[in-house]
């Protein structure tokens, strides 16, 4: 990361977050709320069976989305760090640094952390 991550203000206070991990698509969606989408975070990494798509996407709540923008992203405790690629942050509306509070169940931050590394594969991270 370029900056030193806890330096960096809080982008989004997740209270939400929903997996699916099937034979056809592995995804993560983040939000704070979940009645609404206004302010969320979906990365998406479509199945082996899907030869055409070759890499996972982010997606904002706009519903623009960028391929492979993740360059490193680091698990701290409920805080996930993500530096993205300087023109992807700028086309998804993100802080090039984006610090998301992860104010989730025990259980879904487990399953974050068992699925963010397979589905942001290409990126450098740590867990800690």
Known sequence: MTAEPSLQPIHLEILV????????????????????DDHMIQFALPAASRPDVLGY???????????EPVTSWRLSGRDLYLEYLPRAAEMLGFPQI???RLSIPDADLAELTRLLPQVVWDACYLVD
């Open 17 to 36: 977050a929903t997996f699916v991990d099937t034979d056809e698509v592995s995804a993560i969606k983040l939000s704070d709320d979940s009645a609404r």
């Open 98 to 100: 984006q610090h998301l």
């Open 57 to 67: 996407e982010v997606v904002n709540a706009e519903g623009r989305a960028a391929f």
